[in-house]
């Protein structure tokens, strides 16, 4: 799934694989550096576990974290990321055409600040970013692009870094090399890369041994400050920490909404009653996390491991949930309304009070048996079913329609019946301590045996009816949970 930024533009993660090669190198770099384990040297980067074990189980992960892992190895990230399509590579080299990337009748204007260039002096190489109009994801190898830009420049330029926002390069070279590139640039002799336009250009100033962008750079330096540094109420929106470790991480009342936290391990973070709306967290890990009271309308939370999490009182509606593990987590009162929950593990969880209405799931959804039931009620017509001593404690059934359903011996303590239709349903000998009856179409209803209290919401005039029928008012009930029958 595309993740949105602020202004809701879709964004695509470039990711690359390490080698086998690469892995090797990487192993070897770990012993020597006297790492005790890929879980101690995630910590220590704050990097999440599971970036870390994609990372050395040749799968891909997003360019930055591939860099930070490199870059704590004292690797060469350029040499251990894996090159794909080496024989095109090599086809390339020998063919590429020069005219490719030039048109004269094209002018660029550049303003006065991007002829200025910034010479390192301990390693006489400069860098330039390029920016190319054009989709990201459109471009199966970026190493075809340096090999272009090689070719009407010189040997010693090297795309170190590619970024999203259209198509960003960083390029470093000589000097004599840069400046051949921009002369050519500003002359409109290169107004297109591999058949990508040519927007802009900026000289910077960092040196060669920067291996990290400024934006990385900033990436990394904040979340050790929000690790190390904790504060309420932060404005991180559509800020990027995917792939970090934030675990036990104080984010409460903050504003994480539009924020790309996939892939990021959460476990044990305190999230409470922060916006986290439209922000991405897909494959992340929130076990045991605090969420209570969190707006998580439109969230991403695919695949999302959320087992134990405290999610009390949260807004998930419309929220994206599929495959993600819920199992034990407190869902009570959570509104899942329209919420995708196929593929996700809900064994064991806590859906008291909690509206499913609209939710989707499917065969591979594992919901436990009395909140299935209760999902089917809620999306579908109830009429004339057997309901018979069945668990519905706590649910939420506004609005439903139980006309003519048989809700004998049912229990219902604190389900909220709001509105609900229970038109000539027989709730005899049904529990219905504590529920919430505004607006509930109780007419014809059979309650004989039936037991009430604390229903604060049903009218004076309405008790004494259910009274005339049988009903039972006691707020303080004989106990009858050896009598509850398991759906």
């Known amino acids: 799934m595309t993740d949105l930024n602020l202004n809701g533009r879709k964004k695509q993660k470039i990711t690359y694989t390490a080698s086998n090669e690469g892995i090797e190198e990487a192993e070897r770099a770990l012993k020597r550096l006297g790492f005790e384990s890929k879980s101690n040297f995630a910590k220590s980067q704050l990097i999440s576990r599971t970036t870390v074990t994609k990372f050395f189980n040749h799968q891909p992960i997003q360019l930055d974290s591939f860099k930070r892992i ?3 190895l004292t690797l060469e990230w350029g040499e251990i990321a894996e090159l794909r399509e080496k024989k095109q590579l090599e086809s390339f080299e020998k063919t590429a055409c020069s005219g490719s990337m030039i048109n004269k009748e094209v002018e660029v204007e550049m303003t006065s600040r991007r002829q200025v260039t910034v010479i390192d002096k301990k390693s006489e190489t400069i860098k330039v970013q390029i920016t190319l109009e054009g989709d990201i994801n459109s471009v199966s190898n970026f190493k075809i692009l340096e090999l272009i830009l090689r070719e009407h420049s010189g040997d010693t330029i090297k795309v170190i870094d590619i970024q999203e926002g259209s198509i960003k390069l960083t390029i470093e070279g000589s000097q004599q090399d840069i400046e051949r590139l921009v002369e050519r640039i500003q002359s409109g002799e290169i107004t297109e890369v591999n058949g990508f336009p040519v927007t802009n250009f900026q000289i910077l100033g960092e040196s060669s041994g920067d291996r990290l962008s400024n934006e990385a750079v900033d990436k990394w330096s904040l979340v050790q400050e929000i690790v190390t540094q904790p504060i309420q109420e932060r404005d991180l929106r559509g800020i990027d920490l995917s792939d970090a470790d934030l675990s036990g991480a104080d984010l409460s009342y903050a504003d994480l909404s539009y924020a790309d936290l996939s892939g ?3 476990s044990g973070a305190d999230l409470t009653f922060t916006d986290l709306k439209a922000s991405r967290l897909s494959s992340a890990n929130l076990n045991g996390t605090d969420l209570s009271g969190a707006n998580l309308i439109f969230i991403d939370l695919s695949g999302a491991d959320l087992s134990y999490a405290d999610l009390s009182y949260a ?27 196929n593929d996700a593990d809900l064994s064991d ?5 909690a509206n499913l209405k609209g939710t989707k799931i499917n065969n591979k959804t594992k919901l436990d048996n009395k909140w299935f039931l209760v999902w089917t009620i809620v999306n579908f017509d109830a009429v004339f079913q057997n309901l018979r001593n069945v668990d519905l404690r706590s649910a939420d059934l506004r609005n439903t329609n139980l006309s003519n359903v048989d809700l004998s011996g049912a229990f219902l303590e604190n389900a909220d019946l709001s509105g609900a239709n229970l038109s000539d349903a027989d709730l005899s000998n049904a529990n219905l301590i504590g529920a919430k009856m505004s607006g509930t179409n109780l007419s014809r209803v059979k309650v004989k045996g039936a037991i009430f209290g604390d229903n604060i919401d049903l009218p004076k005039d309405m008790e004494c009816d259910l009274e005339n029928g049988g009903a ?5 009930p004989g106990d009858r949970s050896g009598a509850l029958a398991r759906y």
């Open 70 to 72: 490199c870059d704590a």
């Open 264 to 266: 990021a391990d959460l």
């Open 315 to 341: 807004e998930l509606n419309n929220a994206f949930l599929s495959g993600a593990n819920l199992s034990s987590a407190d869902l009570s009162a959570v509104d899942l309304s329209y919420a995708d929950l």
């Open 349 to 353: 969880a806590d859906l008291s009070a």
């Open 472 to 476: 039972i008012f006691n707020d303080s």
